[in-house]
């Protein structure tokens, strides 16, 4: 291993599997008198193949500590869709929708994407850090977890940390985060939810920045995914986007995605391709104008 590369590899060893329950707790989750029988629920037949991804899950959750076994009134549903994803395993998603809709959450900015890129324009050598399954590092205060309570065939279960699919999840995650790294936050590190970014102009200022980053997210025993993690770059992708000393440029993975997309048939379809094409507004020559255009309101 080069001397650099073991520098860096040394400080590392929060690059693990995500440990006990964490101290970082999200804000709570108020929710309005929900009337009606809230127990009302049928469980979702999900095929034998999704049963027994489902029950697999389910236990995995159970002994990471992510979820454990409830007897509550108040549950989100399982989504009937198991759909394959980008890894080629099944995984199935809650459906909170009704949650959602009778509970209010403190509002909070996720940053403008235009103010990080900024931010890190012209930096001689970066490296990026992503969070191992990001929300679940927070927990679900103790008097919601019942809330975020859901149903399979082997019955109720509810959320020991933050799950996807909350309507507060992702405010919730920016502002635990920007907390954590408030000491170093735009000096030389930036985040986006569990994106971080690093830049430094010496290789020998980078150890030392990425050593006050790797403490203040030991310190709040939060962990890394080390194969995700990129260090000591001189070029590196952030945020869908080629940065460099030299300044940004396009993925060309993202842009193939973008000009493949179908022509859209419906506003949905529409709302999703304007989506993509937006994140890549600064290098579309008027694309104000071309937004109100074709936007289907």
């Not at 993202?254 to 379809?269: D, L, S």
Request: include cysteine; aromatic fraction near 8%.
């Amino acid at each position: 291993m080069q001397p650099k590369a073991r520098a860096i590899d040394s400080q590392t060893e929060i690059c693990r599997k995500i440990g006990g329950i964490p101290e970082l707790t999200t804000d709570t989750l108020t929710t309005a008198e929900r009337r009606g029988n809230p127990t009302d629920f049928k469980v979702k037949v999900l095929g034998i193949i999704g049963g027994l991804i489902v029950d697999a899950e389910v236990v995995n959750l159970i002994i990471d500590s992510i979820i454990k076994v409830v007897d509550s009134v108040v549950r989100g549903t399982v989504l009937s869709e198991v759909r394959m994803v980008k890894t080629e395993a099944y995984r199935f998603a809650i459906d909170y929708r009704k949650l959602n809709a009778i509970t209010k959450y403190p509002r909070y900015p996720l940053p403008m994407i235009d103010d990080l890129i900024t931010n890190i324009l012209h930096t001689t050598i970066m490296s990026t850090l992503d969070l191992i399954s990001g929300y679940f590092q927070l927990a679900i205060h103790s008097k919601d977890i019942e809330k975020t309570a859901f149903i399979t065939r082997n019955g109720t279960f509810a959320f020991l940390r933050m799950p996807f699919g909350l309507s507060g999840a992702a405010p919730n995650f920016q502002k635990a985060i920007d907390i954590i790294l408030k000491p170093v936050l735009g000096h030389f590190v930036n985040c986006y939810m569990e994106d971080v970014i690093i830049t430094s102009p010496s290789f020998n200022e980078h150890l030392d920045h990425l050593n006050q980053v790797f403490t203040l997210l030991r310190d709040a025993g939060l962990t890394l995914n080390k194969d995700k993690c990129h260090f000591a770059r001189d070029k590196l992708k952030y945020l869908g986007l080629i940065i460099s000393k030299d300044g940004i440029e396009t993925d060309n993975n993202k842009v193939k995605a973008i000009t493949e997309m179908k022509t859209p048939k419906n506003n949905r379809e529409m709302s999703k391709f304007l989506g993509m094409a937006g994140w890549y507004q600064k290098f579309i020559q008027n694309y104000a104008e071309i937004y109100v255009n074709h936007y289907i309101g």
